[in-house]
């Protein structure tokens, strides 16, 4: 099955910088990769995804990009807000089932004031 | 237009004992999705309706089982309540296996 790993666990950013989580995949039929945030207490929230045929995908300050060679795709958040503080989930599944995606363990963002 | 709500916000079961989750998918959703999030870990796949069939579990035991209704809610049950069943249990939906879309949660703490 799917594999997925999530780099770095906590990250800790003065506010305005950049933030950057790293996700690695396993299963080369894998080509649709969404990224959650979640706030403390609450559901995770789909922020942005990407599909196989698209390198980079931008939304504002939040961009993801996608090298599916390397079976790894990025989170990119830049000029960080102290809202952007929750834990941020990516995931990787099969274009057939969104809802079977494999989650990584998640990061922990705290941007500091 | 409302998103995927789900029930009770909150639960306290003893050991041994039934608890019963309910979801409601969002407007013309046909898949809903249930998660297990252990407290600080991630998310783990539990089950996949689809216009009213099981269509896939995760890898837990028979004792989490579940159901679709005709207007496409659902209902997870969970048997034989074990103090490791604690967890957040998300419920998800989407529209013909696209983008799903999660739920607050339904906090179960079993004692």
């Known amino acids: 099955g799917e594999n997925v790993e999530q780099h770095p666990s906590t990250l800790s950013v003065q506010e305005g910088d950049s933030a950057v989580i790293k996700c690695t995949y396993s299963?080369?039929?894998?080509?649709?990769f969404p990224w959650y945030k979640q706030e403390l207490g609450k559901g995770p929230q789909l922020i942005i995804d990407?599909?196989?045929?698209?390198g980079e995908k931008k939304d504002q300050r939040i961009a993801v990009t996608l090298n599916k060679t390397a079976k790894h795709f990025s989170l990119h958040i830049t000029e960080t807000q102290p809202e952007d503080s929750a834990v941020y989930f990516c995931?990787?599944?099969?274009?057939?089932?969104?809802?079977?995606?494999?989650f990584g363990d998640g990061t922990t963002l705290t941007v500091k004031p | 237009e409302a998103g995927v709500t789900q029930s009770p916000t909150h639960l306290i079961k003893t050991r041994g004992q039934q608890a019963t989750l309910r979801c409601s998918p969002i407007?013309?959703?046909?898949?809903v999705y249930w998660y297990q999030q252990a407290l600080g870990l991630g998310l783990q796949f539990l089950l996949w309706?689809?216009?009213?069939?099981?269509?896939n579990r995760g890898n837990f035991p028979p004792r989490f089982s579940g159901r679709q209704f005709p207007n496409y809610s659902s209902e997870l049950n969970v048997n034989a309540l074990e103090l490791e069943d604690s967890a957040l249990y998300l419920c998800?939906?989407?529209?013909?296996?696209?983008?799903?879309?999660f739920g607050e949660g339904s906090w179960l703490t079993v004692v």
């Open positions: 998800a939906s989407s529209l013909a296996r696209n983008t799903i879309y």
């Open positions: 299963d080369s039929a894998s080509n649709y």
């Open positions: 990407i599909r196989s045929n698209v």
């Open positions: 995931a990787a599944s099969p274009n057939t089932n969104a809802g079977k995606s494999t």
């Open positions: 407007s013309g959703h046909t898949s």
């Open positions: 309706y689809d216009e009213g069939e099981e269509r």
